[in-house]
């Protein structure tokens, strides 16, 4: 502050004398009275008793403060101090302050040419060469290297202003998050503001629930912040095209836009960002009922080299739009369609025979009536390079348009089918028959209309496929009869899911496990009631040099006989779930003597059996052991949990 204020007291002492040139004012300074004895001129009044001094006399002789200053006067010195460091000192004095040098913009810092010249100094480099060395703060500021989040009560504009100050001095904000803002005393232009002037290397801003902010926050953000390259923005009702335009224009580096439930950004906005904004990599459009076709259609044929992700989920949109996708969609790899109620069978058959998708390697389609049987063959055979692909609550695809879509797509790798209730027996092993060498992955949920039944077609002798992964979860018809046909055609398996197939027995499963060539490594069996300890002991006994994961969570009829042969068989099992098994305190003790048996997460919840006689085996588990589940085991008494908790302090334990 001497650098501004240019001032120096002197070093000479008072030898004595009146400090008043006036005897007269020394009268004015206080009364003495009786109590009062003074020793002049050469020492101090020594009081022995409280006197009364009048406050009237001091009016005029008020110590001056800093504080009085007025904003104008205290916003040109804060912009005049040397560096960062010292206005991020200034601003923890008050809020008053804070504010003031957080509304300082970075071509408003003006320094003395001097006190520059004063911080730099010569450093020789390795080369010999000199170069200046000073504070260093236009590098560090550049950096963009923190993040900072605010959630709920704590997003203020005082703390997104403490926020633009502090990071200022130590590298820089670079991701900045902002979660359900209170709309009475929450995140407001204000805020923004600050952040806009001091945080130029901002580079990722999230709005999620902040109803507050509307487009003047966001115009400040794209004066500010031109560096800005990923903008998210969920239930924010006060922004609409205006702001979207000010970020398009004066950030060109922006890669990743996000809107979700923005009720007042449409067309407009999406025009402006396909107009500006030449990076744009990602975009994801949710639930904006203002968006149509031809916002849809300008921003995606505007980067149309660029783009490689697109969602658009939950929108009025039609044909037009996948259309658009389907001829312009040339760099996209990712592509998510949820929710289109207006998007017909045409608009799929187009964006498949536009062949505009041939880098197209993810899609995903949920809840979608345009997806039909001529629609999906169609985009099975526009997307040549397809390899992940999710079909969920299509009511009107039939086994016709699986099998097709299975002879189009060369390249699949892994297929999801999720509430499918027109596929059949038929069209689920058509799709295994007809999918090709390359399909490794393949899931079935919640999918009604298969039905345990002969096939009705012989398989042919070499009709193994090469799929790695098995899941068929809540699919009520899949029985025995299905399992059998499945050790037939899947011999390569690895990972195996079955939960919530109530109806498969022994006699089904174990064909499927004891035809497995490769090994099994991750098993789950929860909710298959019927499944007895024969299958777990052929499958210990078969593939428990491989068995990484076991559930058996809901196998009411799993016993301790199981736990004696997981205990002597697998070798690699890391993680058992036997929650709701007719397992006992012997069962424990078996898992516990084995010596090659390394669990580190253990689920014993519902296992009505077990008793506090369990403590040494689990204290002996629980060397290695990182989660342990005993939640619901009623007979294990809560001294018990207690001391597992002071002993095992490097597990987790539910209870």
Not at 158 to 185: E, N, P, Y
Not at 374 to 394: D, I
Not at 505 to 516: E, F, K, Q
């Amino acid at each position: 502050m001497s650098e501004v204020i240019d001032f120096s007291g002197g070093d000479d002492f008072f030898h004595g004398g009146s400090i008043y040139s006036n005897p007269k004012e020394a009268g004015r300074f206080l009364s003495l009275g009786h109590h009062v004895d003074v020793y002049h001129p050469y020492k101090r009044a020594r009081i022995s008793a409280p006197f009364v001094v009048s406050l009237e006399r001091f009016e005029h002789e008020k110590s001056t403060s800093i504080d009085t200053l007025p904003d104008e006067c205290l916003f040109e010195i804060f912009r005049r101090l040397a560096g960062n460091e010292e206005r991020s000192a200034c601003a923890c004095v008050s809020k008053r302050w804070l504010m003031l040098v957080s509304s300082v913009q970075r071509d408003e810092l003006r320094s003395s040419q001097s006190s520059k010249n004063n911080h730099m100094t010569d450093v020789v480099a390795l080369d010999g060469s000199k170069m200046m060395s000073g504070d260093e703060d236009s590098e560090t500021e550049n950096d963009g290297f923190l993040t900072r989040s605010l959630e709920g009560k704590k997003a203020t504009d005082v703390r997104l202003a403490a926020i633009a100050v502090g990071t200022s001095s130590r590298g820089g904000l670079g991701k900045l998050m902002i979660r359900g803002s209170d709309s009475s005393r929450g995140v407001t232009n204000h805020g923004f503001k600050a952040i806009a002037r001091c945080c130029t290397s901002l580079r990722v801003l999230s709005l999620w629930k902040v109803s507050s902010v509307g487009d003047e926050g966001l115009i400040e953000i794209a004066n500010g912040c031109h560096r800005l390259e990923k903008l998210d923005l969920c239930q924010c009702p006060a922004i609409t095209d205006k702001g979207l335009v000010a970020i398009a224009k004066a950030c060109p580096n922006l890669a990743s836009l996000s809107i979700e439930s923005c009720a007042n950004i449409g067309n407009e906005g999406l025009q402006a960002i396909g107009q500006f904004c030449p990076n744009l990599k990602s975009i994801s459009i949710k639930a904006c009922p203002l968006i149509g076709d031809q916002g849809i259609a300008s921003v995606l044929s505007s980067a149309t080299f660029s783009l490689t992700k697109v969602k658009l989920q939950a929108l009025n949109i039609g044909d037009l739009s996948l259309a658009v996708v389907g001829h312009f969609g040339k760099a996209v790899t990712d592509l998510v369609l949820s929710g289109l109620q207006n998007v017909s069978e045409r608009g799929f058959w187009v964006m498949g025979n536009a062949h505009g998708l041939q880098k197209l390697k993810t899609l995903s389609v949920t809840s979608c009536r345009g997806v039909t049987d001529l629609g999906l063959e169609a985009v099975g055979k526009g997307c040549p390079n397809l390899k992940l692909f999710s079909l969920g609550k299509c009511a009107f695809l039939s086994d016709n348009g699986l099998v097709s879509f299975a002879k189009a797509a060369i390249s699949l790798e892994s297929l999801h089918l999720e509430e499918c209730h027109r596929i059949t027996q038929a069209g689920f092993f058509g799709l295994l028959l007809n999918c090709g060498a390359k399909l490794k992955a393949l899931s079935m949920t919640n999918c009604f209309g298969i039905r345990d039944m002969a096939f009705g077609v012989d398989l042919p002798d070499s009709c193994s496929t090469s799929l790695r992964s098995l899941s068929i979860r809540n699919c009520p018809g899949f029985g025995n009869v299905n399992l059998s046909m499945m050790a037939q055609l899947c011999p390569q398996l690895r990972c195996l899911d079955l939960s919530g197939l109530q109806g498969i027995t022994d006699a089904g499963c174990l064909p499927l496990i004891r035809s497995n060539e490769a090994g099994l490594v991750k098993v789950n069996l929860s909710g298959c009631i019927n499944l007895t300890d024969e299958v777990v002991l052929v499958l210990s006994e078969l593939h428990g040099g491989t068995l990484e994961l076991l559930n058996l969570d809901g196998c009411g009829k799993v016993t301790d006989a199981s736990l004696v042969a997981i205990a002597e068989n697998c070798l690699l099992l890391n993680d058992l779930d036997v929650s709701k098994c007719a397992i006992t305190d012997f069962g424990i003790s078996s898992l516990a003597r084995s010596i090659q048996l390394n669990l580190q997460i253990l689920s014993l919840s519902g296992c009505s059996m077990l008793s506090d006689k369990s403590l040494p085996f689990l204290v002996k588990l629980g060397q290695n052991l990182m989660g342990l589940n005993l939640q619901q085991c009623n007979a294990i008494s809560s001294r018990v949990v207690d001391m597992l908790v002071e002993r095992l302090w490097r597990c987790d334990i539910l209870s």
